[in-house]
């Protein structure tokens, strides 16, 4: 069930080289998660070495959980950026924003939603938002969405939405991926954790070393 938390486990988007590490992790990852609930490994567990195995089994799993409480995943801009962040993002890319308006069977509720845009080839970032199905107008410190046409991305998730009162629809928050360190950095004081458990659990043993 640990294989949902983890796109690389499913081996989205990687490489050979990278599957057979992935693989590899997996394989120890899944060794050590038996380890720890079945009560021995070395030698039989005790209980915070049982507690220690799973938690090494979870980094090998999920490095990227223990990095997002060190690095956030995305920086937060403001709504105005959100045409020169849609230009800077690489061929392909993606861009996540968070959309507010007022509730279509409520005009005094405010509802919000995040959305992702699809930005297609490089180029102008009004036109790469503009492709990926939202129209934005910028007005001072507001980016203000026009009601999508029927066919549109966005035309659906965007239902509940009034477009036609005094109150606008508009992007609150443009999320940029961010630059951060690698998630596999957490393996390292995983596996040193991994290796004071198996010197501790060979003095109780008398497994010979490697």
């Keep these: ?19 057979i590490f992935v693989f590899l992790v997996a394989t120890v990852a899944m060794m050590l998660f038996a380890a ?21 089994a979870f980094t090998l799993f999920r490095p990227g959980f223990w990095l997002d409480y060190v690095q956030a995943p ?11 962040t849609a ?12 959309v507010k308006g007022p509730d279509f069977d409520n005009a005094d509720k405010m509802i919000e939603t995040l959305v992702e845009l699809e930005l ?14 939202l129209t934005v107008l910028l007005e001072g410190d507001k980016a203000i969405i026009e009601e999508p046409f029927p066919g549109t991305p966005f035309f659906e998730p965007f239902q509940s939405f009034d477009f036609y009162g005094d109150t606008p629809v508009e992007v609150v928050e443009v999320r940029q991926e961010a630059e951060r360190l690698p998630k596999e950095i957490f393996y390292i004081p995983a596996l040193l954790l991994l290796g004071l458990v198996i010197a501790l659990q060979r003095r109780r043993t008398d497994v010979p070393a490697f």
Aim: no cysteine; proline share 4%.
């Design 1 to 19: 069930f640990l294989f949902i938390f983890n796109t690389d486990l499913l081996l989205i988007d990687v490489g050979p080289v990278q599957a």
């Design 36 to 56: 720890g609930t079945q009560g021995y490994f070395f030698a039989k567990n005790k209980a915070w070495e049982a507690v220690a195995i799973l938690l090494i």
């Design 74 to 84: 995305y920086d937060q801009l403001a709504p105005t950026a959100i045409f020169e």
């Design 87 to 98: 230009g800077d993002a690489p061929d392909g890319g993606t861009l996540k924003v968070k």
């Design 120 to 133: 297609g080839a490089s180029g102008d970032g009004e036109g790469r938002v503009s492709n990926a199905g």
